[in-house]
């Protein structure tokens, strides 16, 4: 890995918005394909973060700051990828569920998409079934990823997928939920097709789903 991309990587990891930025734009200048500058500088950068809070080296509040530090750098390059015509991994929409303002969780999962080449289609918190199903005839993503943080909002995540499947959508998108009081086991009762304990996982997940694992 050249000097310049192992910079972007150590600066995202140690959450330094700053030199992100700076070191992003020098690969730029010094002729950088931008989507050499994406895989090899700040998903691998994610990744990594991802391993150490898998392993618990690193905790939600180090992971915020990467992935702060990974999206400034992101910002930079985003119209160099799009004149590279990059094509991104896959199209996530993702929302907290109705009846729930937690936003922090869905947050850093859509940073970490960002980071490993999805293209992210926040919807927000407090999000009804019909705004999913809307956003899912509109973008056609090939993923819908439901946030929620309290017991008593879980089951907006059954009548999302429920609404997905009255509106002939279900099986045009897979779909995947995550959250504090989430489980396995609920994912699987409700007719989930993924679940992830943590944003980390969430990548892998996706990723999984659409086949590119």
């Known amino acids: ?66 992935a702060r530090a990974m999206q400034s750098g992101l910002t930079i390059l ?24 937690h936003d922090i969780g869905k947050n850093l ?14 919807l927000g918190t407090d999000v009804p079934p019909d705004k999913v199903v809307a956003a899912v005839k509109e973008c056609s993503p090939d993923i819908v990823a439901l946030s929620a943080l309290l017991t008593t909002t879980m089951s907006s995540m ?12 279900r099986d045009s998108v897979k779909v995947i939920i995550g959250g504090a009081p989430i489980t396995e086991q609920y994912a699987q009762q409700i007719g989930a097709d993924g679940f992830s304990l943590n944003a980390a996982r969430a990548v892998t997940v996706a990723k999984d789903l659409i086949g590119e694992n």
């Not at 999962?109 to 926040?122: C, H, P, S, Y």
């Not at 059954?158 to 959508?169: E, Q, R």
Request: cysteine-free; glycine content about 10%.
């Open 1 to 66: 890995m050249g000097d310049v991309l192992m910079d972007i990587k150590n600066a995202i990891i140690n959450g330094q918005n700053a030199i992100v930025k700076e070191k992003v734009a020098v690969a730029l200048r010094e002729g950088l394909n931008p989507v050499d500058i994406l895989n090899s500088g700040m998903a691998d950068a994610m990744v990594e973060v991802g391993r150490r809070f898998e392993q618990g080296e690193a905790f939600v509040p180090e992971m915020l700051l990467a």
């Open 109 to 122: 999962v859509g940073m970490m998409l960002e980071g490993a080449g999805f293209e992210v289609i926040d």
């Open 158 to 169: 059954k009548a999302t997928i429920d609404a997905l499947k009255t509106a002939g959508l």
């Open 78 to 101: 985003r119209d160099s990828l799009m004149k590279a015509e990059f094509k991104a991994t896959g199209k996530v929409a993702i929302a907290t569920v109705k009846g729930d303002l």
